[in-house]
């Protein structure tokens, strides 16, 4: 009786999973492409047993020399394909109707909800908007001030270990710099993660984003499953979020409260980017403009406002420390690059080492532009862009099938021999000869591109400038430690650290 019972669900079920990917399965073939074996209803689980975020793109990078530019894996249910063809990227950033993240970026939910990281359609484009001031260059002037004045908080705690000898692992330095730079860009309070790192909202929001990059190779990506195989991590992920949320909600409650007085006292001025006086003096934050703003006459709610406050932290706070911690690596280890930088300080900026910076002086250092393209060309902080397709999709000739989320894998096109001769040597002057003009489009796009690329671009350029000028300047970098063991989770990192030396420079 049991051998039949059982017997039966599984026919059953073997049935029910052959129809429900013979679609994708047909299409994909027609598209040429193919991937691993699968077997039924687990599709290629247990290939995917031995993907650890340590050797996620030496196996990616293996699958494409087998199978061509683009190779489709099945996680159960979930079809994905990855890809490196140019043209597919073409298709899906320059798409205004696909918009939405790979169903691997649910895992964010919890946290984002439904702000402009996770939004697709009109809730999107109308919060893009919205937020698009706080990006305004009279904006940037003022973040430019709080860069400058916590790089300096960074320098003096690197001071206490620059006497030549001692391993630093700088990613632990930089994550807490680049959080006191973007809460107070975005919030207007200074959390001061630097000096008090246990703040409980500096440990909350280290804790939130270790616990969610850690699930996106594991069983605990699906919520469902997630309270179930790790009960104690989930309620830490839940806990931490509330002491969060509790946080901004207090600080946007206070900005409101000051923006009601102010209407009531007639002191209240409304934001205008274009007013001369005004920019200039701004000391507008992402929340004073979402205060401020309303969709077709209606303010936007606490909720609303902290969905955004809260994806703009995510989405600047641990991209900028990669890319800043893994350019400082890749100095320590080519000195004749760190000291072509410093003769560009010294140039840009002049002799004293603790003038405060500008923006138009953090343009003006072109190599320093070199070398951080350069980095982000071969440790790409988003290393993957993800999309997923909900319903048969006509490009042309070709229909992609609905129901399958398609990677663009950044990294191993910026790796690519095809696009970058001689790809994996560090070589910052490729940059200066104007290779960029020569590439074909979309084989440089760490910042995504089309009508979702990155808002925080000039933010983060200026950021990443303002911290390695700062060490640079006081600090002579060396090669100690371990060397990089490339880490994928959200964002690069690395398993063994990002460890450099430093020397207190004397002139
Ligand atoms: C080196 C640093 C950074 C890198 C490499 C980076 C890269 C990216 C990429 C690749 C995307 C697009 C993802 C997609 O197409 O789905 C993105 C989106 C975004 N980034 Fe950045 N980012 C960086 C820093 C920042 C900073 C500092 C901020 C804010 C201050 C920021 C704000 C955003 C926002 C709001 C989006 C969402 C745009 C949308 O969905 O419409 N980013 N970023």
Redesign the pocket.
Known sequence: MWIFLITGTLIWLMAWDHIRKRHRVTFLKRLNISGPPIIPILGNFFHGLIITPENFFQTVGDYFKRFGKSFVFWFVGECVVFTTDLKLFECILNSSTQLE?AQVYQILRHFLSDG??MSSGIK?SAR?KLMAPAFHFKCLDHFVEIMDKNSGVMVEKLRKVADGKTCVDIFKYVCLESLDV?TEAAMGVQVNAQNVPNFPYTKALRSVIYIESQRISNLRRYDWLFPLVAPLVYLRLKKDIRTMQEFSDKVIRERREILVREKANGSYRPINLGDAEIGQKSKLTLLDILLQASINNHPLSDEDIREEVD??IF??DD??TS?VSHALYVLSRHPEVQERIYEEILGVLGEDPDSPVTQSQLLDLKYLDCVIKET?RLH???AL?GRYIPKDWQIGEQTIPGNTNIMLVLYNVLRDPEYFPDPLTFKPERWMDGEKASLPKFAYI???AGP?????QK??SL??KTLIFKVIRHFELLPLGEELKTRYTIILSSSSGINIGLRLRTC
Not at 452 to 456: D, P, R
């Open positions: 993240k402009i990281l999107w893009r973007i994806g703009f989405a600047g991209t900028t890319g982000v790409p902080p988003v862009i760490p910042f995504s979702k690329t990155c808002m925080g933010f983060a950021h990443m």
